[in-house]
């Protein structure tokens, strides 16, 4: 038989993470914020999947938890994509809006299932259109990760992301269902004591490598 404080451990663990790196950050009203600086309320520009238009929603929650696995890596292939290249990791359960195939619904998948078959928007130019990215423009990889991501919740279901100096519209948590939560639920004092151990940063992106040897 577990104790209670057993028990909230074994469904903390049975919850899904859902998530993108810290240094992600999401588009509000007053231009783009971090998790640190997001507040819970303010609005926030979403994808309204039926009618297929950017719409401002109130952020409803926020969620950053420390993650010590591997992530899942997009990079666009400049062979196969005309427009800025894109670099962005994501937790296997996180969530994206995309188009399968021809059709023109659009469904929440998570990272761990995407494939060939599925596209997503991005900013095709530096002009702001946007367009469909299918996701074999490119690779999917995994590689370990060590460091916090977080993720937010809105009424659509999505929001819009830079990461790495590329603009995507993204998933969030599902309505009304908790993700992890035990040690990433928006709190300073645990975000002091993690802080005070953290060893690790976001891993660099291709351009933050390439800046680095070149300064060598």
């Known amino acids: 038989m577990l104790t209670e404080q057993e028990q909230k451990l074994v469904d903390e663990l049975s919850k899904p993470f859902y998530g993108v790196p810290e ?3 999401i588009l509000t009203r007053d231009g783009w914020k971090n998790c640190d600086d ?3 309320g303010e609005q926030v520009l979403t994808f309204n999947r039926e009618s297929q238009i950017l719409e401002w929603q109130p952020c409803l929650t926020k969620h950053r938890f420390p993650f010590d696995q591997e992530i899942l890596r997009f990079r666009s ?3 196969l994509w005309i427009g800025p290249k894109r670099d962005f990791r994501f937790t296997h359960e996180h969530r994206w809006p995309v188009r399968i195939g021809d059709g023109s619904s659009i469904s929440l998948v998570e990272g761990q299932d995407l494939n060939s078959n599925h596209s997503f928007i991005a900013q095709e130019s530096e ?3 946007l367009d469909w990215l299918p996701f074999d423009a490119g690779t999917i990889t995994s590689e ?3 460091g916090r991501v977080w993720c937010t919740t809105t009424d659509n279901g999505t929001w819009v992301m830079r990461q790495n100096g590329g603009i995507v519209i993204t998933g969030n948590n599902p309505v009304g269902d908790d993700c992890r939560d035990e040690w990433g ?3 300073d004092e645990y975000d002091e004591e993690f802080n005070s ?3 690790v940063t976001d891993p660099p992106s291709d351009t ?3 800046a680095a040897s070149a300064q060598e």
């Open 127 to 129: 002009d702001g259109w």
């Open 197 to 199: 151990q953290r060893v």
């Open 185 to 187: 639920a928006y709190n």
């Open 38 to 40: 997001l507040v819970v």
């Open 144 to 146: 370990h990760y060590k």
């Open 77 to 79: 292939d400049s062979r």
């Open 23 to 25: 240094s992600a950050e």
């Open 208 to 210: 933050d490598a390439s």
